[in-house]
């Protein structure tokens, strides 16, 4: 009987067959056969697949192995050595999607479970904050997005972007020498521009969430010439400033390692065990800023950051609290 596989059944299989590899180092053919009850035609399909996605394989005396795998945001190679135990129990990977958190959104509304990511190498319409297009030039950045299932407030759910950016922070600080900082309220500089954006978008009701989705936009092997005009001289990658290329797969795993432990606490005590962290790598505390949130305009010096996230603003002797808004540093 001939068996008609679809696309999807095929990658599948795909999938599988490089976890087999990746999991034992070497298996003989004929036991790849028998495992995926496939013949040597369609099995020389796949390592076409394979070889296509950046592997170099090796099939001396019968048996499969790797040279090298691809630093390609693939399900099996973001799942192969990842050390969660929620983030990221399911991968859901493309090439190229509109947008990873309008995806995430629609997978969560069909009942993705928490931990789910949804990962990309290209957006044709990455959304930034304030409805802005977030570039995601193809297969040098990560764009992911991760779903949440919190059992707290809606009101505490703002505070995850800073939790995210801590994460993220202390993510780039094992990669780099850079200097890491946190823009309050959630963008990464490296050396004083802008490495990551997060936009985190909140599905809920009166008091219960449904479902947080946190996107990352993280740059990571751009050089300048990827970068827009009209951000240019503001945007940065980690490879620029590491002066070094970075694996992007070891990059998501740790930082989905550390989002995962920053997760569980903030599940117990929301920001008070990272707020220490949180100032530190503060670019805004005893600055002079000017804050656009909604239709107010103010200037003021940032005191500090509360353990809700809000920023103390000094404005000519009144402080104030603010919960969020965009944020341009003035020079002294
Ligand atoms: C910002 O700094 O304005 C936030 C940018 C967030 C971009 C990421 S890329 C992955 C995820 N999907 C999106 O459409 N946006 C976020």
Known sequence: MK??????????????????????????I?????????????????????????????????????????????DS?????????????????????ASTNSTAQNLAEQGATEGTIVVSE???????????????????????????RPNFNPEDAPGL????????????????????????????????????????????????????????????????DDFHDEIKS?????????KTQINRVQFLQKFLVNFENYYMQYNQDRLTSILTKLRDYSSLIGTQIHLEYGNDIIDGKVLDINQDGALLLDCDGEIKTINSGEVTILKN
């Open 3 to 28: 068996v008609d596989m679809n696309n999807a059944t095929k990658e599948r299989v795909t999938e599988r067959l490089i976890n087999e590899i990746r999991i034992n180092q070497t298996i003989p």
């Open 30 to 74: 004929d036991k790849a056969l028998a495992l995926f009850s496939i013949g040597l035609q369609d099995l020389l399909v796949h390592l076409k697949t394979i070889a296509s996605w950046g592997y170099t394989i090796n099939n001396e005396n019968s048996n499969l192995s790797f040279v090298s795998a691809p630093d390609a945001l693939i």
């Open 77 to 97: 190679e973001i799942s192969f050595g990842l050390q969660t135990k929620l983030i990221g129990c399911k991968v859901v990977a493309f090439q190229s999607v």
């Open 122 to 148: 290209k957006q044709t319409k990455g959304k930034g904050r304030f409805s802005r297009h977030w570039y995601s030039i193809e297969k040098k950045g990560i764009y992911c997005s991760i779903i949440l």
């Open 161 to 224: 972007s800073l939790m995210t950016a801590v994460a993220m922070a202390d993510t780039c600080k094992q990669f780099t020498q850079a200097s890491v900082q946190i823009k309050w309220p959630n963008d990464i500089l490296l050396n004083s521009k802008k490495a990551a954006g997060i936009l985190t978008e909140l599905s809920a009701e009166k008091n219960k969430i449904n479902h947080v989705i946190i996107g990352i936009g993280m740059n990571i092997n751009h050089t300048t």
């Open 234 to 242: 503001t945007a940065t990658s980690l490879s620029l400033e590491s």
